[in-house]
């Protein structure tokens, strides 16, 4: 069956980067897209970028532009987020999720367009 599982998640001070990865199984990546959400707590799911399995197109939230790099391994069935510059206000758990619309419809990054979401990785940015 369709699992995801996130790692790479972790403690980290103001300014240090971090690379959570995104496995997948059960579904090959070329059939979907793959997007990276956040929960804080408290807070509802934001979307923080996503990218086609096709050809790799991506999207990112205006949080992440410029800090985040979203991309994917398809050997590997892997979808990666690095983050760099990262700030108190990053801290959440970080979600991978898929979804079969289209690009120009995922751009939006809403949540409810996703699903099969993995369990999440901690993210914790604090000194």
């Known amino acids: 069956q369709v699992q995801l599982v996130e790692s790479g998640g972790g403690l980290v001070q103001p300014g240090g980067s971090l690379r959570l990865s995104c496995g997948a199984s059960g579904f090959i990546l070329d059939d979907y897209v793959i997007g990276w959400f956040r929960q804080a707590p408290g807070k509802e799911r934001e979307g923080v970028s996503c990218i086609s399995g096709s050809d790799g197109s991506t999207v990112y939230a205006d949080s992440a532009k410029g800090r985040f790099t979203i991309s994917r391994d398809n050997a590997k069935n892997t979808v990666y987020l690095q983050m760099n510059s990262l700030e108190p206000s990053d801290t959440a758990v970080y979600y991978c999720?898929?979804?079969?619309?289209?690009?120009?419809?995922?751009?939006?990054?809403?949540?409810?367009?996703?699903?099969?979401w993995g369990q999440g990785t901690q993210v914790t940015v604090s000194s």
């Open positions: 999720a898929i979804s079969r619309i289209n690009l120009g419809r995922a751009r939006y990054l809403r949540y409810w367009d996703f699903g099969s």
